[in-house]
Nanobody, 122 residues
Framework: QVQLVESGGGSVQAGGSLRLSCVVSGYTDRSPCVGWLRQAPGKEREGVARIYTGDGSTAYADSVKGRFTISQDKAKNTVYLQMDSLKPEDTAMYYC????WGCGSWSAFGYWGQGTQVTVSS
């Protein structure tokens, strides 16, 4: 059974940093694609960053390029999202999600964590 457990959210002032963690378990046959997606109140969910855990290739939303970094520690089955130079518009619930195939898009993530809140004040 695939499980994702996030941690690391919180409140920070604009310009600050946070690091989110996602422990991924249950994949035994294939390295998954793991993504971080977010949803702000009244807005649609959007992709932030994703990584193919097989080879470490990554992709980012334009809104976070140069500020956020997705990475992994394979030994710990953990994917991280380092968020620097945070802005108030980054405020959202952040979700870790995973899928077996198709790491070239934000769609079709079949497994989700419970979410962690990130709040950035001006």
């Amino acid at each position: 059974q695939v499980q994702l457990v996030e941690s690391g959210g919180g409140s920070v002032q604009a310009g600050g940093s946070l690091r989110l963690s996602c422990v991924v378990s249950g994949y035994t046959d294939r390295s998954p694609c793991v993504g971080w997606l977010r949803q702000a109140p009244g807005k649609e969910r959007e992709g932030v960053a994703r990584i193919y855990t097989g080879d470490g290739s990554t992709a980012y939303a334009d809104s976070v390029k140069g500020r956020f970094t997705i990475s992994q520690d394979k030994a710990k089955n953990t994917v991280y999202l380092q968020m620097d130079s945070l802005k108030p518009e980054d405020t959202a619930m952040y979700y870790c999600a995973a899928k077996r195939w198709g790491c070239g898009s934000w769609s079709a993530f079949g497994y989700w964590g419970q979410g962690t809140q990130v709040t950035v004040s001006s």
